[in-house]
C-alpha cells in the first residue's frame, strides 16, 4: 500500500472518530489494511466487529491484537489466522479460551519455540514439545535442565549428537549416563580434559589417554585433576620443553631428572630451570645453555661464575651466528673484564 494511501486512511478514521459521518465509508477504506481495521473496532463507536474482524485477521499480528483487545471478537476465527505464524501462536497461546492444543502445534515449528512453549506455557503438553525440541543437541539439553518431566533418556540420546552438549548434559543433568555422554564428548584433548575436570564420575583414565598428543591440557590434567597418572601424564608433558619445566615447578611428584632432560633441549628452558628448579643438575643445565649465547651470559650472570660458564663454550655448537649473537659475546667478555678489574682492586690479605 502506498504512503498516500495510508495517510488517506488515516485522516479519514481520525476524521470520523470526531465527526461521526459516514462511518460505514471510512470503515470499508480503513479495512483495506488489516492494522486500521483493527484499530477501527478499538477505536470507533459503531464500528462492525465483525466486518473488521476478517479484514483484521489477513495478517497474524493483527489477529492476534484483535482477540485480545476486541471485545466481542470470534476467538476460535482470530486463533485460526494469528496461528498460521509460529510467534503469535505462542502469545495467543495466553489469552483468555485459546485452544492451548491448538496454540502449541502452530508454535512448535522449531526445537526454540517448542522449547519456549514448554518452559513458560501452563498446560502445555511436554511430550509433544519434546519430540519437536529433541532435533537439536542444544535445545535437547536445555529441555532436559529446566523441565521436570523430561525424558532424560531421550534428551541425553540427542544432547551426545554435538560434544559440548554431551560434556555440559553429563555435567549439569542428574540422572546422566556418564559412559555414554563421555564417549560422545571427548572427540579431543579439550573436551578430555574438561571432561575429567568437572564430570562426577568420569573415567580419568580414558580422558588422559585421549591427551597423549597434548603436553598443555596434559600437564592442566596433572595439576587440577585429582586421579591423574602423574608417571603417564610426565611423559607426554616432556615432549615439550616449556611443559617440562613447568611440570617440574608445579607438580609435587614430578621426576626432576626426566623433566630436566626435556627441559634442556631449550637453552631458555635449561636457563630457567637451574634457576627455579630445587635439585636441578647446573652442570647439565649449563651444558644446555651453552649452545645460545644470550642464555649463556644470562646464566652466567645469574647462577655461575662467568669464567668458568665461557669455558663450556663451543663455537661450533652454537647455532647460526647473528646480531645477538655478537652483542651477547661482547657483554660476556666486558663481563670477564669486570670480574677481573674487581679482583685487582681487592687489596690483598
Known amino acids: 500500500m502506498s504512503d498516500i494511501t495510508r495517510r488517506l486512511l488515516k485522516s479519514k478514521y481520525f476524521f470520523d472518530k470526531k465527526t461521526s459521518k459516514d462511518v460505514n465509508t471510512c470503515q470499508t477504506l480503513a ?63 495466553d ?57 532424560i533418556e531421550k534428551c541425553q540420546k540427542v544432547a551426545c549428537q554435538n560434544p559440548d552438549y554431551a560434556y555440559w548434559f553429563a555435567r549439569d543433568i542428574s540422572n546422566a549416563n556418564i559412559e555414554k555422554c563421555q564417549k560422545a564428548a571427548c572427540v579431543n584433548s579439550i573436551y578430555a580434559y574438561w571432561f575429567a575436570k568437572d564430570v562426577k564420575n568420569a573415567n580419568i583414565e580414558k580422558c588422559q589417554e585421549i591427551m597423549n598428543n597434548d603436553p598443555y591440557r596434559t600437564y592442566l ?28 615447578k608445579y607438580i609435587k611428584k614430578a621426576n626432576i631428572e626426566k ?35 644470550r642464555y649463556c651470559f644470562i646464566f652466567a650472570k645469574n647462577i655461575k661464575n662467568v ?17 645477538n649473537t655478537a652483542r651477547y659475546a661482547y657483554k660476556l667478555a666486558k663481563k670477564i673484564i669486570a670480574v677481573k678489574e674487581s679482583e685487582l682492586s681487592m687489596p690483598k690479605g
Do not use: R
Not at 307 to 323: A, M, N, Q, R, Y
Open 307 to 323: 669464567e668458568e660458564c665461557v669455558k663450556s663454550l663451543s663455537i661450533d655448537d652454537i647455532e647460526t651466528p647473528t646480531k
Open 221 to 248: 590434567l596433572a595439576k587440577y585433576v585429582k586421579g591423574a597418572n602423574i608417571e603417564k601424564c610426565q611423559e607426554v608433558v616432556c615432549t615439550d620443553p616449556y611443559y617440562a619445566y613447568m611440570f617440574a
Open 95 to 151: 489469552l483468555k479460551k485459546a485452544d492451548i492444543v491448538f496454540c502449541q502445534e502452530a508454535a512448535c515449528v522449531d526445537a526454540w519455540s517448542a522449547y519456549q512453549f514448554a518452559v513458560n506455557k501452563k498446560n502445555a503438553n511436554i511430550e509433544y514439545c519434546q519430540e519437536h525440541v529433541c532435533k537439536d543437541p542444544k535445545y535437547a539439553y536445555l529441555f532436559a535442565k529446566k523441565i521436570k518431566e523430561a525424558d
Open 31 to 93: 479495512c483495506k489494511d488489516p492494522k486500521y481495521a483493527y484499530k477501527f473496532a478499538k477505536y470507533i463507536k459503531g464500528a462492525d466487529i465483525k466486518y473488521c474482524q476478517e479484514f483484521a485477521c489477513k495478517d497474524s499480528e493483527y489477529a492476534y491484537l484483535f482477540a485480545k483487545e476486541i471485545k466481542g471478537a470470534d476467538i476460535k476465527y482470530c486463533q485460526e489466522f494469528a496461528c498460521k505464524n509460529p510467534e503469535y501462536a505462542y502469545l495467543f497461546a
Open 259 to 293: 623433566c630436566q632432560e626435556a627441559a634442556c633441549k631449550s637453552p631458555k628452558y635449561a636457563y630457567m630451570f637451574a634457576k627455579n628448579i630445587e635439585g636441578a643438575d647446573i652442570k647439565k643445565c649449563e651444558e644446555a645453555v651453552s649452545k645460545d649465547l
